[in-house]
């Protein structure tokens, strides 16, 4: 899933320290082919993941902050002819330095991120493409008063470049807008429309069956997520999220959890 419940855009104060562990289910048993055709996997074969992230952010400056990604998955995929494929490890971590470029009037803010990215497995296209990888990603965001609510919202892009054999090239998108839903800030609802395309000189089709390997493919997809600020320091988000079109990729649908927390 695309969407966060935290926004890259606003800055983590220096000396802050911001984690985030989350859960994420994910279900597909139809997809779209290379010509955007929609139809049901072979054998009413059905794609189960169950995805665990923990994200962290530390403030260095008023401009700098590191980032950090550490991801493990749990794959299935089956059918009736009794073909089982079950996955799971660790797959790319992320490692980062945001930098927060300027603001105006501190209502609206825009970084840039560097990322660098470290498979944490071999030889197993079930959890991605074992390369290398580095980011880059602009953010841009802000607040204001909305029919007496409080609002926010967050635009942000990411190029990504995997170095390897036919290495895709991707690029990744997503406009987020949220509402606070009491006067105590404790409660917000937010939308999120967002996409992924990638392309590699490796033009094979789409293959349910090692979903993580898959190196040509778009997708684009809406979220909708509430959250609830328990204390200052601990928040959080449950969000559901579906495909709404796609080229060489499943159509599926997720639900997650996560916390985020600032224990100073």
Not at 108 to 118: A, D, E, W
Request: glycine share 12%.
């Amino acid at each position: 899933m695309l969407s966060k419940s935290y926004g890259g855009a606003f800055p983590v104060r220096p000396g802050s320290w911001l984690l985030s562990p989350s859960i994420n289910y994910f279900f597909a048993n139809k997809g779209w082919d290379s010509l955007r055709r929609l139809s049901s996997f072979a054998n009413r074969g059905e794609f189960r993941s169950i995805s665990y992230s923990l994200y962290t952010e530390y403030g260095l400056s008023r401009r700098f902050t590191v980032i950090g990604q550490l991801p493990f998955v749990n794959n299935n995929y089956h059918d009736t002819t009794g073909y089982n494929s079950q996955n799971n490890g660790f797959t790319d971590m992320e490692v980062g330095v945001r930098y927060y470029a300027f603001n105006i009037n501190y209502i609206y803010y825009f970084s840039v991120q560097g990322t660098f990215i470290q498979p944490l497995y071999t030889n197993n296209v079930n959890l991605g493409y074992g390369e290398q990888g580095a980011e880059i990603k602009a953010s841009f965001g802000g607040s204001g008063h909305l029919f007496s609510k409080n609002y926010y919202f967050t635009l942000e892009n990411g190029v990504r470049q995997y170095f390897g054999s036919a290495g895709p090239l991707q690029d990744r998108y997503t406009g987020t807008f949220g509402l606070t839903l009491d006067k105590r800030f404790k409660q917000q609802i937010s939308a999120t429309i967002g996409g992924f395309y990638s392309t590699s000189s490796l033009s094979a089709g789409y293959d349910p069956t090692h979903i993580a390997g898959n190196k040509n493919f778009v997708f684009n997809q809406a979220s909708l997520s509430y959250g609830y600020s328990i204390s200052q320091k601990i928040s959080v988000f449950v969000s559901a999220s579906t495909f709404i079109s796609g080229r060489n990729t499943g159509d599926g649908s997720s639900v997650s959890a996560s916390l985020i927390l600032r224990p100073f």
